[in-house]
Nanobody
Framework: QVQLVESGGGLVQAGGSLRLSCAAS?????????MGWYRQAPGKQRELVAT???????NIVDAVKGRFTISRDNAKNTAYLQMNSLKPEDTAVYYC????????WGQGTQVTVSS
């Protein structure tokens, strides 16, 4: 069983930055998994933000492209989401996910961007 724990969320003013971390533990090989970040705003469906494959291929959705970056440190079993130039519409609970079988989710971390 795999466990994912997110950290780094909080309250930030518009234009600010945050870095989210996702620490993985348990069975499996972290370096072999595609890791992803998703977010869910109040009253909305959960949506994909970014993914990074085991080989380092990155996909970032258009809504955050140029502002957010995803990375991973396989030695630390940790994935990151660097969020810059934050906007109020980025306010959401951010979830880390590992493309294991079944897909594994973290508990989420709240990001609130004030205007």
């Amino acid at each position: 069983q795999v466990q994912l724990v997110e950290s780094g969320g909080g309250l930030v003013q518009a234009g600010g930055s945050l870095r989210l971390s996702c620490a993985a533990s348990g069975r499996g090989v972290f370096s072999a998994w595609t890791m992803g970040w998703y977010r869910q705003a109040p009253g909305k469906q959960r949506e994909l933000v970014a993914t990074i494959t085991s080989g380092g291929t990155i996909n970032i959705v258009d809504a955050v492209k140029g502002r957010f970056t995803i990375s991973r440190d396989n030695a630390k079993n940790t994935a990151y989401l660097q969020m810059n130039s934050l906007k109020p519409e980025d306010t959401a609970v951010y979830y880390c996910s590992a493309l294991t079988f079944p897909q594994t989710w973290g508990q989420g971390t709240q990001v609130t961007v004030s205007s």
